[in-house]
């Protein structure tokens, strides 16, 4: 991986896309711009770009976590983020959706502790023991 660049890394993505599930619509395509096409069309299957950008994510990651250099990480390069990006652009376009960011989930409030008062019964002076529920004594 030394020797690896960004240039390695976007010829990569690009043989990915042949093996990819999501149509994306040409500009020239009828339905282009549309989430859910009425009919078929010729437009090429290529990979998601959410599946591009979590592989490139873990690829990253790993290469720091086994000692290489944020720096010098094929995977975080100015050219894999900007195609990234292109990608996010035009799919969001040919889909007609707009990709959000996920808003992160906060975690709930963490709850009060209940209190539960309960009467206790007045004490039984037969018993010799106070405050004892009756049926509750030894020997009962």
């Known amino acids: 991986l030394a020797r ?3 240039a390695h890394v976007l010829e990569f993505l690009r043989y990915l896309d042949q093996f990819g599930k999501t149509k994306v619509h040409a500009p020239a395509c009828p339905f282009f711009g549309h989430p859910h096409p009425p009919a078929p069309c010729a437009c090429p299957l290529r990979q998601a770009w959410g599946s591009l950008d979590a592989l ?3 690829l990253r990651a790993a290469f720091e976590e086994h000692g290489g250099k944020p720096e ?12 990234l990006r292109e990608v996010r652009e035009l799919q969001s376009k040919a889909r007609g959706i707009a990709y959000e960011k996920k808003k992160r989930k906060r975690p709930p409030p963490p709850a009060s502790p209940v209190v539960l008062i309960t009467e206790q019964p ?4 037969s018993s010799g023991m106070p405050n004892c529920v009756p049926g509750m004594m030894p020997g009962n």
């Open 122 to 125: 007045a004490p039984d002076p």
């Open 4 to 6: 690896c660049s960004g």
């Open 72 to 83: 010098s990480n094929p995977f975080g390069a100015r050219a894999v983020r900007l195609y």
């Open 56 to 58: 490139i994510g873990r």
